[in-house]
């Protein structure tokens, strides 16, 4: 059975950083496109930011330069460096991992980052 399991959530106040990791099991990972998606109370679930099986990233403007997503294939997981966090940013965070070969995808079970002042 495929396992996505997030860590690296928490509290933090405005300015401050968090890094989440996603460890995936049972997938050919290198295979898998990578994304951090989130959802806040009331609001559907974005994109956050996304990695490529070949390592091509890309972020939802509201995170451009605050946000960085990495891979480290020889450990099935994928990071979220997050800086200078917002009160915006709170939300459950969530892993996905989509196959680059078949319509395979997959999710973790969240971790919550709450930003507070």
């Known amino acids: 059975q495929v396992q996505l399991v997030e860590s690296g959530g928490g509290l933090v106040q405005p300015g401050g950083s968090l890094r989440l990791s996603c460890a995936a099991s049972r997938i050919t990972f290198s295979r898998y496109n990578m994304g951090w998606y989130r959802q806040a109370p009331g609001k559907q679930r974005e994109l956050v930011a996304g990695i490529s099986s070949s390592g091509s990233s890309n972020y939802v403007d509201s995170v451009k330069g605050r946000f960085t997503i990495s891979r480290d294939n020889a450990k099935n997981t994928v990071y979220l460096q997050m800086n200078s966090l917002k009160p915006e940013d709170t939300a459950v965070y969530y892993c996905?991992?989509?196959?680059?070969?078949?319509?395979?995808?997959?999710w973790g079970q969240g971790t919550q980052i709450t930003v507070y002042s």
């Open positions: 996905n991992a989509r196959a680059d070969f078949a319509s395979w995808n997959y």
